[in-house]
């Protein structure tokens, strides 16, 4: 009789990222039961909703610092994408740097700015949190929440009437 083997990558998935006190056992019994008559996609299922589980439970059980310090991060490094897409799309609707430079595009770019340079000073930060610390919270969060707005905005703006007279444009009117 051939026994069947699960899929490796899931097995291996699960190992390294599942439950660091329950994997194996877990893993076995998954095995177990693939053999028993299950499917990949049963399998694959398993193994998702398994690591899914593990790591919301390991984000619960962080202190609250380590959770405020990855949130920073995670708000920082969107911040810098996006100044970075704002960036791009700007230089492509645009034929030279004066036309570049406006008060809206400045703008956006200071904000963005601060809130990349707010989120990873707070991410770095190691002493205890003081109280006015949710007070920056929100407004990075408030930030982030303007920025990821005006950018999808200036990014989703296609309908310009603007007569284009570089081959190198994306304009719309050629």
């Not at 995670?74 to 704002?86: D, G, P, R, Y």
């Not at 799309?89 to 809130?115: K, P």
């Amino acid at each position: 009789m051939i026994e069947r083997t699960p899929p490796q990558l899931a097995t291996w998935l699960l190992k390294k990222c599942g439950s660091p006190y329950h994997g194996d056992s877990l893993a076995g019994d998954l095995i177990e039961q693939y053999r028993q008559g299950g499917n990949a996609v049963w399998y694959w299922k398993q193994v998702t909703a398994a690591i899914l589980i593990a790591r919301v439970r390991a984000i619960q059980t962080m202190p609250w610092a380590a959770v405020h310090k990855i949130v920073s991060r995670q708000l920082a490094e969107t911040a810098a994408v996006l100044a970075l897409v704002v960036i791009v799309d700007q230089a492509r609707r645009t034929h030279s740097l004066a036309e570049m430079m406006n008060h809206t595009f400045g703008s956006i770019l200071i904000v963005l700015m601060a809130v990349v340079v707010i989120g990873f000073l707070v991410s770095m930060r190691v002493d205890k949190p003081r109280q006015g610390q949710a007070a920056i919270n929100a407004l990075m969060l408030a930030f982030g929440v303007i920025a990821l707005g005006v950018g999808t905005l200036t990014w989703a703006d296609t309908t310009r009437g603007d007569s284009c007279r570089t081959p190198a444009c994306v304009c719309l009117n050629k």
